[in-house]
C-alpha cells in the first residue's frame, strides 16, 4: 500500500471545516514536541486512535504505521543504546560490562517512538483529510495571505509525493537485485543513497511541472482570489473541539502533576 495523499470519503473529519483541522494539527503537534511523559502521549495515542476509527482511517494509518515501522525501530534502539552507556541511577534491568540498560532508558526509547510515530500520523491525518484547496482555504482564513497559504498547501503536498516516488525508486531498485535491508547500519546507509540521486532527479521534475503549470494558468499572487466551496463552522466542529480542548486540559493537567 502507498501513501497517495487525500483520500477521497465522506467521514467526520473529511466534513470538518479546514481551519478546525489546521488548528487542531498545529495544537496537537505543539503538545506532542513539549510533553514527554508517557502517560500524556497514551492518552494523545488513544484520542488519534478514536478519530481514525471513527473518520474510517484505520486502514490508511496501519498502512502507515508498517512503512513507518523501520524508523521507529532505529529511533528505539538508538536511543536505548545512547541511554546504556549513560548512568541516570533507575533500576537495572540489563548490565553487560560497560552496557547497563536501565528502566527509565527504556522508558525514554518508547516514548521518543511513540512522539514520532504521533507528529507523523498527525500530520498524515490532516493530509488525508484536507485536500489542496481546503488547506488554502483555511489558511486564508486564518489571515495567511494567499502566497503563503499557497505555498503551504503546495508543502503539504508535495511532501507524500516524495514519499511515494522515494518508494517506487526503492522497489524499482530491490528488484534490480539491490538488498537495502540486509547488512549493517552502514551498508543500509550506502544503499540507500543509490535512491537519493534519481529522488533528487524527480523532485526537480516535479518542480518544473508545477512551475510550467503556474505560468500556464497565469496564476497571479496579488489577485484577490474567490473559492469554488465555501464552508462554515458547524455544531460538529464545535463538539470536535470542545473534544480535544478536553483533552489538551488533561495532558496539561497530567504534565503538571507527573514531570519527567
Not at 96 to 108: H, P, V
Amino acid at each position: 500500500m502507498k501513501f497517495n495523499g487525500y483520500v477521497h470519503k465522506s467521514s467526520f473529519l473529511h466534513r470538518t471545516e479546514p481551519r478546525v483541522k489546521i488548528i487542531w494539527f498545529v495544537i496537537m503537534t505543539v503538545m506532542v514536541v513539549y510533553y514527554k511523559h508517557l502517560l500524556v502521549l497514551g492518552l494523545f495515542v488513544a484520542a488519534c486512535g478514536l478519530l481514525w476509527s471513527m473518520s474510517g482511517l484505520r486502514r490508511e494509518i496501519a498502512g502507515m504505521l508498517r512503512r513507518l515501522s523501520p524508523m521507529l525501530t532505529l529511533a528505539f534502539l538508538t536511543w536505548l543504546l545512547i541511554g546504556s552507556f549513560q548512568e541516570s541511577g533507575g533500576a537495572m534491568l540489563v548490565h553487560f560490562g560497560r552496557f547497563a540498560m536501565e528502566e527509565s532508558d527504556l522508558l525514554r526509547a518508547v516514548t521518543a517512538s511513540v512522539r514520532i510515530f504521533l507528529m507523523v500520523s498527525v500530520f498524515y491525518t490532516l493530509i488525508m483529510t484536507t485536500n489542496f484547496s481546503e488547506i488554502i482555504f483555511g489558511l486564508q482564513k486564518l489571515r495567511i495571505p494567499f502566497k503563503a497559504a499557497f505555498m503551504c498547501g503546495l508543502v503539504f503536498q508535495i511532501i507524500p509525493i516524495m514519499i511515494s516516488e522515494f518508494q517506487t525508486i526503492a522497489d524499482a531498485q530491490r528488484a534490480r537485485g539491490l538488498e537495502l535491508d540486509k547488512g549493517g547500519l552502514v551498508k543500509r546507509i550506502k544503499s540507500y543513497s543509490v535512491i537519493l540521486f534519481p529522488l533528487f532527479v524527480r523532485a526537480i521534475q516535479s518542480g518544473q511541472s508545477i512551475s510550467l503549470s503556474m505560468h500556464i494558468y497565469h496564476l497571479n499572487f496579488r489577485q484577490k482570489r474567490s473559492s469554488f466551496r465555501t464552508f462554515r463552522i458547524t455544531a460538529n466542529d464545535f463538539q470536535f473541539m470542545a473534544s480535544f480542548l478536553l483533552l489538551w486540559l488533561i495532558a496539561v493537567y497530567l504534565g503538571v502533576q507527573y514531570p519527567m
